[in-house]
């Protein structure tokens, strides 16, 4: 694979060679660290030094650059340090770099220093701010908006999620000469100081950071995605997008209802079936759901079991509004199989024991559903909604408790028949649960798309009920919960249970909503899941959907919109990146910039993700036409080679952003 963006200076004096990789000075800090995973996530090389390690590369003219067939090479696009000088006053480390960035041009970022004229910024004594930083609303300034943070709409909150704990501290200062504020904060006496800037003095350009962060935190998240357009001037390998799309699982089926004298679901395990009533959309929830989405432009995939609905039908009286409306409305929605009637796909469970085990045979060895059943428990479900004029892709699957696949600690390996079941119907992409089984992998033929779930539960139709389970699971023992949350290491206690009359719109959808929205402005593309249960009674979905939606417009311009990509995109995204940071942890990528002409070379087959400025051509045999596609001011794609020259050409603009000069 090969990537050209061919110079527009003809006649230039030469340009040097710059490569696309940026070094990071590590000294062990969280916002270092922050920065590093960023550019993990999104693709950008990257080589760390640790200043804590013994026998460490020195930092010097060698390390820095030399010269390849004539050519001046710089091996670093940028530099990421954790201070404005970690090497010490007169160090020759800080002299090298201090050199090598006059020399070629290159940038460098601050991860975390204090406000002072070395930086370009007054003391804090001299009209700014020291100290803690939670619930500020910080601002981009009209220069941020106008360079590299012009993705945002403006406001910047630094988080302020528990007033028990100090989260955030900082340093605001006033500008000096030669420094240009992208995001400030408003001070007392008036006026405002910079938390972020740019620096330019001595023929170089810092990026100036002045409030301490960690890679999870919503302040760096917003904030991450300009740093790293503003190091590399726009021009770099990996690319990003704010993803958001939600499943609805059980679309046509029932869902148990949560008993609030027994704290248990019945039907469950160890909680005894007694009729009690099950929760299920009704066909005024159904209008709701496509009258909601036209509302909040987002569409939802509907996660179907035909067969399931088919029983409902014929237990009552052979007529079901819901199947009418849905099917009336389903040109509205995206489908995906969810299997026909909802069934345990794994092994035969057990249930004389809690929690239950796999049954064994006779020999000792497990049961588990057949191929055949498997096989057609997809098949007819497919069929079912072809039949009623679903449009479907046959290569998504949802099975029903993410069934099939390995279930710790009761099921620790997959069903052996279900690879072949699903190479039998075509399936390539299978859904499976984040919280227990993150990463992507093979199925048979198929790959596995990781789903977050979110924390609005499938046994419950009311808030009140929301409301109590929730203390039940999240309420210590003393309080009258389960006490689950004081032996689980994973968990934490409430302080108290929540009010039932507030606690769900109090409590449960902002923190679920401010969940969900930290994986959307992380860069993942993993899809969140609900159930249909949630869109009945008292429709508990969409405060927590509406809450992130109405979250992100507030935080991001209209160049950034949430991109909904199905089951099929996600996964074949996943494995994208997966084959992409195979290829750079294996020295299989190279990449470099001389003048305006870049060069991108990789191992056949593998895609590389590349991010440029707008008006970004790509030269065609005949031609030319955009590359990539717009998002968030720059444009970007995963681009491949031109066959059979295994080569793709591309023209920077002549006009190029702020931040990219």
Avoid at 377 to 384: A, G, K, T
Avoid at 618 to 634: N, P, T, V, W
Wanted: net charge negative; glycine share 12%.
């Amino acid at each position: 694979m090969v990537a050209v963006v061919p110079s527009a200076g003809a006649g230039a004096a030469p340009a040097p060679r710059i490569d696309l990789r940026v070094l990071v000075v590590n000294d062990g800090g969280a916002s270092v660290g922050a920065i590093a995973a960023e550019l993990k996530a999104t693709g950008v090389p990257y080589t760390v030094v640790d200043l804590h390690e013994p026998g460490r590369p020195v930092i010097n003219e060698a390390f820095l650059g030399d010269t390849l067939n004539g050519t001046p090479r710089a091996k670093y696009q940028g530099v990421v340090l954790p201070n404005a000088d970690p090497f010490g006053a007169g160090s020759a480390e800080g002299a090298a770099l201090t050199a090598y960035e006059r020399t070629f041009g290159i940038r460098q970022v601050d991860a975390y220093t204090w406000a002072h004229p070395g930086v370009g910024l007054d003391h804090t004594s001299d009209g700014g701010y020291a100290g803690p930083l939670d619930g500020v609303e910080a601002a981009v300034t009209p220069a941020g908006r106008a360079g590299p943070f012009g993705y945002l709409d403006g406001q910047v909150q630094f988080e302020d999620n528990s007033p028990a704990i100090g989260e955030s501290y900082g340093y605001a200062g006033r500008p000096r000469a030669g420094y240009t504020s992208y995001l400030d904060m408003p001070v007392e006496g008036g006026g405002r100081a910079s938390l972020v800037g740019e620096y330019t003095h001595d023929g170089r350009s810092e990026l100036v950071v002045t409030f301490a962060y960690n890679h999870r935190q919503r302040q760096f998240r917003l904030l991450a995605r300009g740093v790293v357009e503003w190091l590399t001037r726009g021009v770099h390998l990996g690319q990003s997008r704010n993803y958001f799309s939600v499943h609805v699982d059980d679309i046509f089926a029932p869902d148990s209802r949560w008993d609030t004298e027994r704290n248990c679901t019945p039907g469950g395990f160890g909680c005894a079936s007694d009729g009690a009533p099950t929760i299920r959309m009704n066909a005024a929830d159904a209008r709701y759901a496509a009258q909601w989405q036209q509302s909040s432009g987002l569409t939802l995939d509907m996660v179907y079991n035909g067969g399931s609905g088919e029983v409902w039908k014929r237990q009552n009286g052979g007529s079901d509004p819901l199947t009418t409306q849905l099917l009336a409305d389903r040109a509205e929605y995206r489908w995906v199989n969810h299997t026909y009637t909802h069934p345990f796909l794994g092994c035969v469970q057990d249930t004389s024991t809690v929690p239950w085990q796999c049954a064994k045979d006779a020999a000792g060895a497990t049961r588990w559903m057949s191929r055949a059943d498997i096989s057609a428990q997809i098949r007819d479900n497919h069929d079912w909604g072809v039949g009623k004029g679903l449009t479907l892709d046959s290569t998504e699957l949802v099975t029903g408790e993410h069934s099939g696949l390995r279930t710790l600690p009761h099921q620790p390996v997959d069903n052996p028949n279900l690879g072949p079941a699903l190479d039998d119907n075509g399936v390539r992409w299978i859904a499976g649960d984040n919280s227990r089984d993150p990463g992507q992998r093979a199925v048979g033929q198929a790959s596995t798309v990781p789903r977050h779930p979110m924390n609005v539960f499938y046994n419950v139709g009311t808030a009140a009920e929301m409301v109590d389970e929730y203390n039940w699971i999240y309420s210590s023992a003393a309080d009258g919960g389960s006490g689950v949350c004081e032996t689980n290491p994973g968990s934490t206690c409430l302080a108290a249970p929540l009010d039932p009359a507030t606690g769900y719109a109090t409590h449960i959808v902002p923190k679920e909503a401010r969940t969900a929205l930290g994986h959307v402005i992380a860069n993942d593309p993993r899809p969140h899941y609900v159930h249909q249960s949630n869109l009945a009674e008292d429709r508990l979905l969409y405060p927590v959907v509406d809450r992130v939606l109405a979250d992100y417009r507030g935080l991001f311009a209209d160049n950034a919109p949430l991109v909904t990509p199905r089951q099929r995109d996600v996964g074949r995204e996943l494995a994208r990146r997966a084959a992409w940071d195979k290829a750079l942890a294996a020295g299989q990528v190279t990449a470099y910039r001389v003048g305006t002409t870049v060069t991108v070379k990789g191992p056949p087959g593998v895609a590389a993700p590349l991010t440029v400025p707008e008006g970004t051509r790509r030269q065609l045999r005949l031609g030319a036409d955009k590359f990539g596609s717009a998002y968030a001011g720059s444009r970007s794609a995963w681009t491949g080679p031109d066959t059979p020259r295994r080569a793709a050409t591309l023209k920077l603009p002549t006009a190029r952003p702020r931040h990219a000069l």
